[in-house]
């Protein structure tokens, strides 16, 4: 069975730090691309992040850019967002998502974890 | 840009039919998903490559497009079925992974 549990997320000040892990387990980790993507309180779902199978490609949605560093260690099955100067609506539950496809125009997320809540407040 | 825009509710009755539209000029020519999303809960996948329905989920659900349009039909709505959806599509280039808007369907 497929799972994917996130942990990581708390209470923290505008400008701290983060990190997000997400520990796989039930599939072959080192042979997907996997993703952080968002959710703020009452909103609609936005992509975060995203790294292929051998880390060779990853990309940031413009809103994180600069600021978090997604990164996997695949001997571990384990996927990382470190999260640095925080603002406020950065506020959101992130979730970590399997990619599923081939070429770009049909990859999808299969498989999503439970999610971690992160708030950023003074 | 790439946007993909979804109404923001449907309701509908208990056996009828709830039909969910996404629309971005970018779909011409890529793959649409759905996900669902029940209250407190993490998303599914729904429906992929526009109408490809993943194991476990019901035939009820099907999907179609065209041209810039994709629509994910429930039919016979059940009150499980009462959850917020949302469309997504890929590109490559940013921003690489794109979400609707989201549509609230509510059981009435």
């Known amino acids: 069975e497929v799972q994917l549990v996130e942990s990581g997320g708390g209470l923290v000040k505008p400008g701290g730090s983060l990190r997000l892990s997400c520990a796989a387990s039930g599939f072959t980790f080192s042979s997907y691309s996997m993703n952080w993507v968002r959710q703020a309180p009452g909103k609609g779902l936005e992509w975060v992040s995203s790294?292929?199978?051998?880390?060779?490609?990853?990309y940031y949605a413009d809103s994180v850019k600069g600021r978090f560093t997604i990164s996997r260690d695949n001997a571990k099955n384990s996927l990382y967002l470190q999260m640095n100067s925080l603002r406020a609506e950065d506020t959101a539950v992130y979730y970590c998502?399997?990619?599923?496809?081939?070429?770009?125009?049909?990859?999808?997320?299969?498989?999503w974890g439970q999610g971690t809540l992160v708030t950023v407040s003074s | 840009s790439h946007e993909l825009t979804q109404p923001p509710s449907v309701s509908v009755s208990p056996g009828q039919t709830a039909r969910i539209t996404c629309s971005g000029d970018a779909l011409a020519n890529r793959y649409t998903h759905w996900y669902q999303q029940k209250s407190g809960q993490a998303p599914v996948l729904v429906m992929y490559k526009d109408d490809e329905r993943p194991s476990g989920i019901p035939e009820r659900f099907s999907g179609s497009s065209s041209g810039t349009t994709v629509t994910l039909t429930i039919s016979g709505v059940q009150a499980e079925d009462e959850a917020d959806y949302y469309c997504?599509?890929?590109?490559?280039?940013?921003?690489?992974?794109?979400f609707g808007t989201g549509t609230k369907v509510t059981v009435l």
């Open positions: 998502a399997r990619v599923r496809g081939g070429y770009y125009g049909e990859l999808s997320f299969d498989y």
């Open positions: 997504q599509s890929a590109d490559n280039s940013a921003p690489y992974y794109v």
């Open positions: 790294i292929s199978s051998s880390s060779s490609y990853i």
